[in-house]
């Protein structure tokens, strides 16, 4: 009876230390999975910010290579532009002044020729070549003109579309300069999540070893047995009723005569 009593005990002891423990496992394996989903899910995304930085930063390599093509590109223009516009100038000065000597020349020889009397034929001026001339220098100053103002509206239009174009790179580095800023900040913060949940992840499967391996102590002393509780106790009762019956037998021989 003092060793059923024992086993009563041993087993309300099994069944809540049992009960306590599976229980502390099950939230210690719910803490681990817990952890290392936040662990992968973190590292998943601080790879993807890390490869979208190093996009950026290609783009950002690109654009300033782009940027400088444009401004070799806008200089070698303008340089060109200015020469240009030097000569077409100079030459324009050049028909003018010529224009303008030929208009003096032939008008005051159309002067003289009517204030004075003739002059021999190889001493006139030819007054109708003269016309034919300036009719000439009149054309050719007119296309002159007319090609620098076309080099001078194509030197503003380049001017413009390179001034716009520049700004625009400016707006889009900028931009992506900052993204890579953010991406890098939230990356790290990201890196230094994993580093800690990491660390808890190691404490928490630390405890977990610890509380499975008490748990096999007790499956080894609670269940591991090579009779069930409930078995073992109806056996000691019957044992218990035998030793009783026969305790009263040998109580009856003991009195008989």
């Not at 077409?88 to 008008?107: C, N, P, S, V």
């Not at 030793?243 to 009263?248: A, G, T, V, W």
């Given at each position: 009876?003092?060793?059923?009593?024992?086993?009563?005990?041993?087993?309300?002891?099994?069944?809540?230390?049992?009960?306590?423990?599976?229980?502390?496992?099950?939230d210690?394996?719910?803490?681990?999975?817990?952890?290392?989903?936040?662990?992968?899910?973190?590292?998943?995304?601080?790879?993807?910010?890390?490869?979208?930085?190093?996009?950026?930063?290609?783009?950002?390599?690109?654009?300033?290579?782009?940027?400088?093509?444009?401004?070799?590109?806008?200089?070698?223009?303008?340089?060109?532009?200015?020469d240009?516009?030097?000569?077409?100038?100079?030459?324009?000065?050049?028909?003018?002044?010529?224009?303008?000597?030929?208009?003096?020349?032939?008008?005051?020889?159309?002067?003289?020729?009517?204030?004075?009397?003739?002059?021999p034929?190889?001493?006139?001026?030819?007054?109708?070549?003269?016309?034919?001339?300036?009719?000439?220098?009149?054309v050719?100053?007119?296309?002159?003109?007319?090609?620098?103002?076309?080099?001078?509206?194509?030197?503003?239009?380049?001017?413009?579309?390179?001034?716009?174009?520049?700004?625009?790179?400016?707006?889009?580095?900028?931009?992506?300069?900052?993204?890579?800023?953010?991406?890098?900040?939230?990356?790290?913060?990201?890196?230094?999540?994993?580093?800690e949940?990491?660390?808890?992840?190691?404490?928490?499967?630390?405890?977990?070893?610890?509380?499975?391996?008490?748990?096999?102590?007790?499956?080894?002393?609670?269940?591991?047995?090579?009779?069930?509780?409930?078995?073992?106790?109806?056996?000691?009762?019957?044992?218990?009723?035998?030793?009783?019956?026969?305790?009263?037998?040998?109580?009856?021989?003991?009195?008989?005569?």
């Amino acid at each position: 009876e003092d060793q059923m009593g024992s086993e009563a005990q041993e087993k309300a002891y099994c069944d809540e230390e049992m009960s306590k423990t599976e229980a502390k496992k099950s939230d210690l394996e719910a803490t681990v999975a817990k952890q290392t989903n936040k662990i992968d899910t973190s590292t998943a995304r601080s790879s993807e910010l890390k490869e979208q930085v190093t996009v950026l930063q290609e783009e950002l390599a690109s654009l300033a290579k782009e940027q400088q093509s444009m401004d070799e590109v806008r200089k070698g223009a303008h340089a060109t532009f200015v020469d240009e516009k030097a000569t077409l100038e100079k030459g324009l000065a050049g028909i003018r002044k010529a224009t303008q000597i030929l208009q003096d020349y032939f008008g005051a020889s159309a002067a003289s020729f009517i204030q004075q009397p003739a002059a021999p034929a190889g001493h006139q001026a030819d007054s109708g070549a003269g016309g034919s001339i300036l009719s000439i220098l009149e054309v050719c100053e007119s296309d002159m003109a007319g090609e620098l103002v076309q080099v001078q509206t194509q030197e503003e239009d380049e001017a413009t579309a390179y001034e716009e174009t520049t700004q625009s790179n400016k707006m889009t580095v900028a931009a992506k300069v900052q993204d890579v800023k953010y991406k890098r900040q939230e990356a790290a913060g990201l890196d230094k999540t994993i580093t800690e949940v990491s660390n808890d992840r190691a404490t928490t499967s630390s405890e977990l070893y610890a509380v499975s391996t008490y748990l096999t102590k007790l499956q080894g002393r609670c269940v591991a047995k090579p009779q069930p509780y409930e078995e073992r106790k109806k056996a000691r009762e019957a044992e218990i009723q035998g030793l009783k019956e026969r305790s009263e037998e040998h109580t009856s021989e003991l009195q008989s005569p």
